[in-house]
């Protein structure tokens, strides 16, 4: 098999979506064999290769055509679709992955009573994402002075160099020890799927069919519980009313006792300690909650 003809992912080298995406990954059922440099991994077991970069230049490679996926930031991937020539190969978000999760925030010192971005007017904010706050300040009607850096984005209010920032937030910890608070969000930002418009029709191209199957399948029961129980026949559509969201249940006659049923119930999300309890009182017992390891519809 020519080298080509092998699925290639970009994926960050080193930072927080590097673990979660290779253990997503491998809960597709890929695996790797990391290279000497640790800049390349080769697939094992199919047609899949990674290519380890840092995560800005994941969406060029895609793009050049160096890579067929990447796995990135959904917050890199829309400055760079922003920021890009009209001749730059257009990129499409292919999958949320759920991992990752951040906004891309104005962010205003703490003394400064803020209301609303029309204050942000003839100010200099400062950001590593011109494209994002540019196209935002354009739609607010806002004239706003862009200044671009590439690193400690929350300093440079304190430096005198921006009366505001706009970046990347998760708890708030960083704006906090910077005096600074969280104002306006711009984007709701996650490791997603990124590939071209045009997917590949070879090989390449049943392989990434394959994959997103797998990855839904993946996500779909990473997010979801199976819930076992007993109810009788009397209380069996007050618990099914109280039934997390999902699919309807699989219902199955106790052996020896014609009144009971067991009871099974794939739930999107988490069941809460509240609603067994709420599920019990409505004649439910011996409640199991289950992890889901894999799911083929």
């Known amino acids: 098999m020519k080298a080509r003809d092998r699925l290639r ?19 597709c059922g890929l695996s790797f064999r990391q290279s000497r440099d640790k800049l390349f991994c ?8 990674l290519l380890l970069v840092r995560d800005d230049d994941i969406p ?19 400055e760079f679709q922003l920021t890009t020539g009209r001749d730059a190969e257009p990129l499409s978000e292919l999958r949320p992955l759920g991992f990752g999760r951040c ?15 029309r204050q942000l007017e003839g100010r200099r904010i400062a950001t590593s994402y011109p494209g994002l706050l540019g196209e935002w300040l354009r739609t607010q009607g806002i004239d706003a002075g862009v200044v671009t850096l590439t690193g400690s ?31 306006d969000v711009l984007l709701e930002s996650e490791a997603v799927l990124a590939g071209p418009l045009t997917l590949p029709v070879d090989e390449r191209g049943d392989m990434l069919e394959l994959l997103l199957k797998r990855l839904d399948g993946v996500i779909q029961v990473r997010e979801s519980r199976l819930l076992l129980l007993q ?16 699919p309807q249940p699989t219902l199955l006659a106790v052996a020896g006792q014609p009144d009971q049923l067991m009871l099974q119930a ?17 004649g439910a017992r011996e409640m199991f909650v289950l992890p889901v390891e894999k799911m083929l519809a």
Not at 161 to 176: N, P
Not at 266 to 282: P, T, Y
Request: hydrophobic content about 40%; glycine content about 10%; charged content about 25%.
């Open 103 to 117: 906004r891309l925030s104005i962010a205003v010192p703490q003394e400064l009573d803020y209301h609303e971005p």
């Open 266 to 282: 794939l739930c999107a999300g988490e069941v809460s300690w509240r609603q067994l309890e709420e599920i019990k009182k409505a």
């Open 153 to 183: 984005v929350e300093i440079a209010p304190k430096l005198g160099t921006a009366d505001a920032i706009c970046d990347l937030v998760q708890s708030g910890g960083t704006l906090v020890a910077n005096q600074l608070r969280e104002a």
């Open 231 to 246: 109810t009788s026949r009397h209380t069996l559509e007050a618990v099914t009313r109280l039934l997390p969201g999902g």
């Open 9 to 27: 992912i970009a994926m960050q080298k080193s930072g927080r979506l590097t673990e979660p995406a290779l253990d997503l990954l491998n809960r």
């Open 42 to 49: 080769f697939g094992e077991g199919e047609p899949v290769d």
């Open 60 to 78: 060029s490679l895609i793009a050049q055509g160096v890579c067929d996926l990447g796995i990135v930031g959904r917050n890199v991937l829309s």
